[in-house]
Structures are given as C-alpha cells and as structure tokens.
C-alpha cells in the first residue's frame, strides 16, 4: 500500500501537473494522514455522480481529476455517437465551480466536442432540461449538492436527461480509468464553446409553469417565504413562482447571494431543520403560510408548515412526498385520465405509504434503489407508461417528465399550489397528512448518519455493514425480523423458513431487515460523503384525527429506542 501510494505521489511532482500542484503536494507531507487521504484511491461514481474534496490528489476535486474523467467521457463519446457531438454543461454556487467548468468546456473542445457552457451559475434541473431541450448527447454539472463548502462535484447526465445508469456508467468508468493524466487534451477550441443563458432560463421557467400550475383563481393573498441557502435557486424558484402569479414571495435577504462558503449555516441542506431556522423565524414574524428552501443545486426541497400549536416545523422528506403524490393523483382522478397505464416510482428506504396510494388508485407502483438516477432510467425502460410522479425520503421529488432528475424547481411550485388550495378551502397541510396516515397506515421514519472520515473510517464502515451482514440483530425492537434483504448478494432470505428469493434491482451494498409488524431498518454506506446511514421506519394505525398526537408520541418514542439500541 505505502509503495503504491508513493508512486502515485511521485507521479504528481511530476508534469503534466502543474507547480502550484507540486507546491501544495509538499505542504501536505506535513500531514501524512492527510497526504494519504488525498491519494490512497481515486475518486468514484456513486449515487450523486463524482463527488469529493476540493484539493490535490486522485481522491480529490481538481483540475486534473475532472480533466481525466472529460477527457475519458469525450473518448467513449466519440466511439459511441457518429456526426456532430453536443454537451451541456452548467455549475452552481460552489467554489472554483465557474472555473472547473471552464476547464471541462476546454477538454471537450479541444477533442472536437460541442459545447454548451452556462455564463453563470444554473440548477441541476435546469441543466436536465437543457440537454433533452438542445437535443445533447450529454451533459455535466459541476455541484456537490447539499455536501459541506469543502465539496465539489461532477454529475454526467446522459441524452435522456437523466443521469448515467447501466451499463453506460461502467462502459464510461472503464474508459475514464484506462485513461492516462498525460493523455488530457486540454487546448481549448474556442470555436466550439458557446456560452448560453437568457433565451433557455426562459424556456425552461415555461415548462415548469406549465408543469405546475393546478385550478387555482387567487395565489396573490398567499404569503411564501423563500430560501435558496445561498445556492442557485435563487436564480429560478422567484421567477416562476412570480410568473405564476405569486406576489408575496419574500426572500431570506441573508441567504439569497450565491455563496460556496454558505456563511449562514451549518449545512446548506434543508433536509437540517437549523439550515431554515432563519427562514422559519421570518415566516413567525410575517404570518407567512408556507416556507420552502432548497439545497444549493436545487435539487432537494424543504418544507416548513405549522402544527397543531400554530407552530412552524420541518417536515421530512417522506411527508411531503405522501401529499404531493397523493394530490396529483387526486387530480388525475378528478379529470377521469387514470386508466391503468400509468405508474409512482419511488426508493427501497422511501415510505411504504407510497407504494399504498398508488395501488389505492389503480396506479402502478414501480420501487429501485437510492439515487434518482434510477426512477430516470424507469421512465425510459417503461416508456409504454405514463409516468405521473417519483420521489426519494432524502427531499428529491419528480412530477412530469421535461426533466429527469430530482426538481426542486417545479415542486416548489407544486407545493405552494396545494397549500393555496387547501387554504382556499380552509384545510391544513396537516390535516390532508392525517388524512392519508388514517387510509394507508401512519408510518413514520428516521434516518441516522455516522461520519466516519478517511482510510480508517472508510474500513469501520465496511466492518460495520459486514458484521450486519452476517449477524443481523433477530428483533427490532419486540417484533421478529422475518426477512433479510441483501442488495449486494441480490438475495431475499425468509429467516423463519429459509427460503431465499432472487432480488430483480442490480446489486448494491444494502441491507433491508424488515419484521413482521412491517417495522423495518435499512443500512448502506453513503454514496457521496464517508457516511454510514440508518433508515428506520415505523407504523401504527390510525383511527381518527383525534388520535393523532398520541400515536405520534408513541411512534417518535419508538424510533428513538430503536436508535439507542441498534447504531
């Protein structure tokens, strides 16, 4: 290991790497258990694409290791498609986000690759869009999505629009890793760069108008408070909320400058109830109905309504996802346009209740892994269904398909004309939610992180899901598991009957217990951050409104004991 690591050092002090690199490479052997974390491996595709630390090294975001994986992507590229190539390419809020994308229009031009190149930054949605919209081969957004300031990112996007799935992603990372850093062209062909903005803001804020937009006569009483936690979103949510005829937008004045060290916040992620603390405390101060923030590539929303006590809370990703699938299906249902043909997709860790609605309406309920790229790949591999909406717990949500990923862009709008419509007639968000736990069951979820950093953490992470793996716990709590399900074995055990069944999702490294009063625990490492991630879930049944806040309590208690024991 050590003289595998050196070599990979020495080949850094070296050109085509540049003095700067060399300068920061000697200032880091200071630190050898930082030098060995920027180098002991190279940078993967995960869930959210290629992510990491801004930085030297092969296990860092640079220059160098976005040159070799465009200069990879260019080559399989040009053995993949005939003619003229295109790709698209937009960058968000993050640091050296404008510059790393400059870098990446230079290798594609320079191997004979069209560009189109954002002038400032763009959302991941918008960046979908663009590619279906001008008819690109590919795309790529440079972001870490909600990750700490010291993150940036690469997401490859493919002609659909959707992110890489089988089997580009591996044909594209076998060519990446074959591909030699002295091998990089990075001249740029100027010719071929051109720089886009106005004229497709434009076009995709009508097609998420039109998306969006439900029956609704009045939006101009209805008060929002906004929050793009210093990302882009800034550059798109007031705009088509305005257009749509919301007027009393107001904007969190201290989070609306696009700012990569997110000054403001711990974490720009709303999935954090502290990352809205300040949007949440200027809706008290306004009487504002709704609050909504989203992460910094505007990929993942968050949304604030009031509780039983007038109160504003966060609520999580699986409850705004039940009201939204449950009100566009609702809609569908009231225009007579459900005919069997059309289908909800949602993630193995999301909500059962997802999967409940669905058939309660005759609707096809599909299930796939984590990571939106997936319920992307189902709207291409059963294009002969209508596919109506998608969601993930972790705030990523898809109604329609103009755009092929998670998009908080749309949904906010969506989530502003439910809570008009149901303030028209008097109605809580809370109350439609009760409603929904009293029809299909009221399940409540949690998920818990552990970060554990560098080498050593990355193999307690890989001991931890082993040791799951092979001595699963046999309760969860007073209720049997009565099932095992290994993604990355690709086999469902009875554990009562020994029975196993072949699981049809590719392999992944997972694992699902699930018990017999359907509570259930997930574990699987995170895809982009050294993170290992705990998904409960639990379920009661609810017989009334009336009900409600007992058996709330219970189920919170509940999950809480289940945490103590088993992370």
Same mark, same amino acid.
């Given at each position: ?346 993630? /193995?860790? *999301? +909500?059962?209740? &997802?999967?409940? !609605? ?5 609707? #096809?309920?599909?299930?796939? %892994? ?38 908080? /862009?749309? *949904? +906010?709008?969506? &989530?502003?004309? !439910? ?5 028209? #007639?008097?109605?809580?968000? %809370? ?44 309760? &969860? ?91």
């Amino acid at each position: 290991m050590k003289k595998k690591l050196e070599s990979k050092i020495r080949e850094w002090l070296e050109p085509p790497f540049d003095k700067s690199t060399h300068l920061a490479i000697s200032k880091l052997r200071e630190n050898s258990e930082v030098l060995e974390d920027a180098f002991y491996k190279d940078l993967e595709f995960g869930t959210g694409g290629m992510r990491g630390i801004m930085g030297v090294g092969t296990n860092r975001i640079n220059q160098y290791t976005l040159g070799k994986s465009t200069q990879g992507l260019s080559d399989y590229l040009k053995k993949k498609f005939k003619g003229e190539i295109k790709t698209v390419i937009a960058y968000d809020c993050r640091k050296n986000s404008k510059s790393l994308a400059r870098k990446v229009a230079d290798v594609f031009s320079a191997n004979g690759i069209k560009v189109f190149l954002y002038s400032d930054l763009r959302s991941t949605p918008q960046l979908s869009f663009t590619v279906r919209h001008l008819k690109a081969n590919c795309g790529i957004v440079l972001t870490a999505s909600h990750n700490p300031p010291e993150y940036n990112g690469y997401k490859v996007y493919w002609e659909d629009g959707g992110q890489i799935v089988p089997p580009q992603d591996q044909e594209i990372i076998r060519q990446i890793e074959k591909t030699k850093f002295d091998k990089i062209l990075s001249k740029p062909n100027d010719s071929l760069i051109e720089i886009i903005g106005d004229e497709l803001d434009k076009a995709f804020i009508d097609a998420s108008l039109k998306l969006g937009l439900l029956e609704i006569d009045l939006r101009s009483n209805f008060k929002i408070v906004f929050t793009s936690l210093h990302g882009t979103s800034i550059t798109a949510v007031p705009q088509v909320l305005k257009n749509a005829g919301y007027n009393n937008v107001n904007i969190v004045a201290a989070q609306a400058k696009p700012d990569g060290n997110f000054p403001t916040v711990k974490s720009p992620n709303p999935e954090d109830p502290e990352a809205l603390k300040l949007a949440i405390e200027e809706a008290e101060k306004l009487n504002a109905d709704i609050v909504i923030g989203t992460d910094p590539d505007s990929d993942r929303l968050g949304v604030a309504v009031r509780d039983l006590d007038n109160k504003f809370y966060l609520l999580n990703g699986n409850q705004t996802m039940v009201v939204m699938t449950y009100y566009l299906l609702e809609n569908w249902k009231k225009k007579n346009n459900l005919n069997g043909k059309q289908f909800i997709a949602s993630t /193995i860790v *999301s +909500s059962p209740m &997802i999967k409940k !609605i669905a058939l309660s309406y005759g609707v #096809k309920y599909m299930e796939t %892994l984590t990571g939106f790229k997936w319920i992307g790949k189902m709207i291409n591999d059963f294009s002969q269904n209508h596919f109506i909406a998608g969601g993930e717990e972790s705030y990523g949500f898809l109604f329609g398909d103009f755009v092929r990923d998670k998009d908080a /862009i749309a *949904s +906010s709008l969506l &989530i502003c004309e !439910i809570f008009n419509e149901l303030k028209e #007639k008097n109605k809580s968000f %809370l109350s439609i939610l009760t409603d929904c736990y009293i029809k299909y069951g009221f399940y409540s979820e949690k998920l818990v992180t552990k970060k554990l950093d560098g080498l050593n953490g990355r193999k307690k992470i890989e001991l931890i899901i082993d040791n799951f793996r092979k001595n699963p716990p046999k309760k &969860i709590g007073n209720s049997d598991v009565l099932f095992k399900e290994d993604y990355l074995s690709g086999e469902k055990l009875n554990l009562k009957t020994k029975k196993t069944e072949k699981i049809k999702l590719p392999k992944s490294n997972l694992i699902i217990l699930k018990c017999e009063d359907e509570t259930s625990l997930c574990i699987r490492p995170s895809g982009t951050e050294p993170k290992i991630k705990y998904y409960f879930s639990v379920n009661s049944s609810l017989k009334s409104s009336d009900h409600y806040i007992k058996i709330k309590s219970d189920l919170d208690s509940k999950l809480n004991q289940l945490i103590k024991e088993l992370v």
